[in-house]
């Protein structure tokens, strides 16, 4: 396979929370090269890195007051080019975010724009007049609370900022505005990643007549959002389609450097999936997105199948990038705690039925460990929406604190109070532990990362999902190399599934858990999966899967 990122397994480093080396508390470039090791143990192609750009760090990084260096906080651009070789020496591919849609308004940018309507950066962020009444030019309101309008007494005008206040808008329009953003990404090509990951893919552009958005459809019996962002269909602010025209730019500048790749963040919720299709169909766009689709509470066989089936519906030649978790949700080891027997079954459901799907797929740090949802007290927040929002928005820091190396006072992170604290619930399954345990998630999950890297049906083949009842979801993967009928069980309690055609002598693989093969049927138990490999030439189409009754 010639496209590493194709089918690729990423594994995303939340910087500040993956190791200290110079005890501040923090975590560090220097932090993550000494443990590149973990990862490529894992399996993982490539090592994605939250942001590591000079920033106020009022969004923790996704503030960037300089596109071309490093945070002092997390080292040098010596300290990165050390990182890129050991992971390339490693076999690691290294993709680093791009949060193009807002700067800190304390970039020099910005700090040109805001002084005034005539100097030669002033149209570079998105400003526009007050109404007559002195009010925002229209209703767009912020991710993080409020209108997403900020008044400016020197330009005497509002400017936009769909997130924090402290991150104002680019104006994509502004083609040297796009011409910025590229040189930026050459500058770390040139330095040798191998791709980005680019947050808020969807944000770029905003509608340049500013029109209102409309209200979001509901059901009249739904309650209000906690955060009134979701009340609305974000027609006008962001989804617009000019972005198609600046990622064909992106894509034809990641072209020059064979091998690079792309993945992008869309954030929305009512046409995300459509939307990864339109930015990845053919070969002159996106080569991946994700979207928040699996990053929720939905937990069935009908969820997971819609998603995948609609995707390739939309772009047959396009590419997903599935993940369960991330920096920026509920860890789903507690999201979906409600549907397990315990937290090793799964943990273990969890990275078969991920590594089951068609698309590339990513990991978040402490997945492996089986992390859960760390519970926090409102005087440990950093997190802007947390603190905006509590308790119903307990904000993104429960997902975001300190990889646990050891069970030592913090984890073996650090030798001080970290930033955020690692609790006990955590310090139980560190990684120290958890080595020692041939039985541990941890190393199912270095094994299932090799079945599907040894299987090539399950890294790039074809998928075909199969008609049967809840808590069942069940899909073969066609490859060159054969055929793998992949069966879950999504509840905690046991299952048997009927199945009609399969040939005699066909058990399920040591990779699988809780099933026996009994004649015509798969007995599951709770959380229990099967991988059950066919043989090259066989037709999936002469299978026929349904829920045994009792």
Request: a negative charge; aromatic letters at 12%.
């Amino acid at each position: 396979m010639t496209e590493w990122w194709r089918g690729g397994v990423i594994y995303q480093v939340y910087p500040r929370s993956f190791q200290d080396s110079n005890g501040d508390g923090v975590g560090d470039l220097r932090g993550i090269l000494g443990r590149l090791e973990h990862v490529a143990s894992i399996g993982a192609d490539a090592v994605w890195l939250s942001p590591i750009f000079p920033s106020p760090m009022d969004d923790m990084g996704y503030d960037v007051s300089n596109y071309t260096d490093i945070d002092p906080l997390f080292g040098s651009l010596e300290d990165f080019d050390a990182l890129i070789e050991k992971a390339h020496a490693l076999g690691l591919k290294v993709i680093i975010d791009q949060v193009l849609s807002h700067t800190s308004d304390k970039h020099p940018w910005f700090i040109e724009s805001k002084s005034s309507r005539d100097n030669p950066r002033a149209d570079w962020y998105v400003w526009a007049d007050p109404n007559e009444d002195g009010t925002p030019p229209n209703n767009w309101p912020s991710v993080f609370g409020g209108p997403a309008w900020e008044w400016n007494g020197a330009r005497r005008q509002y400017y936009l900022h769909n997130f924090l206040i402290s991150q104002p808008d680019l104006n994509f329009h502004n083609p040297e505005v796009q011409d910025a953003m590229l040189a930026a990404m050459r500058f770390w090509l040139d330095r040798g990643v191998d791709g980005f990951r680019f947050d808020t893919v969807n944000y770029y552009f905003h509608d340049s007549r500013l029109r209102n958005n409309p209200p979001a459809p509901r059901e009249k019996e739904t309650p209000l959002e906690v955060d009134p962002y979701g009340m609305q269909l974000h027609k006008f602010s962001k989804n617009r389609p000019e972005n198609i025209g600046f990622l064909k730019r992106v894509r034809a500048l990641l072209n020059q450097y064979p091998g690079t790749t792309t993945v992008g963040e869309v954030g929305e919720a009512h046409r995300a999936i459509e939307i990864m299709a339109e930015y990845t169909a053919g070969d002159d766009l996106l080569h991946m997105c994700y979207s928040f689709e699996m990053l929720g509470p939905s937990f069935s066989a009908e969820h997971f199948r819609s998603r995948v089936k609609k995707f390739f519906k939309g772009a047959p030649d396009g590419w997903p990038c599935w993940s369960f978790s991330n920096h920026d949700v509920n860890r789903h080891m507690s999201r979906w705690e409600s549907h397990a027997v315990n937290p090793d079954t799964m943990g273990r459901l969890a990275i078969a039925l991920l590594s089951s799907l068609k698309g590339s797929i990513c990991i978040y740090q402490g997945e492996e460990l089986g992390l859960p949802e760390a519970e926090l007290e409102y005087s440990e927040l950093t997190d802007p929406p947390g603190l905006r929002f509590w308790p119903e928005n307990k904000g993104r820091d429960g997902c975001r604190t300190p990889m646990p190396w050891t069970d030592a006072q913090y984890g073996g992170f650090s030798d001080v109070k970290p930033w955020l604290p690692v609790k006990g619930p955590h310090l139980k399954r560190n990684v120290e532990a958890l080595e020692a345990d041939p039985g541990s998630l941890l190393h199912y999950y270095r094994a299932i990362i090799r079945y599907r890297r040894d299987h090539q049906a399950l890294v790039d083949g074809d998928i075909s999902f199969y008609k049967i009842s809840e808590p069942i979801l069940a899909h073969a993967r066609i490859g060159e190399d054969g055929v793998i009928l992949c069966v879950f069980n999504l509840s905690a309690t046991p299952h048997a599934v009927s199945i009609k055609g399969l040939p005699e002598g066909l058990e399920p693989a040591a990779i699988s858990r809780g099933a026996v093969r009994e004649e015509n049927a798969l007995a599951l138990e709770g959380n229990g999966f099967a991988f059950i490999e066919c043989g090259a030439g066989f037709d999936p189409d002469t299978l026929s899967l349904t829920l045994a009754k009792g």
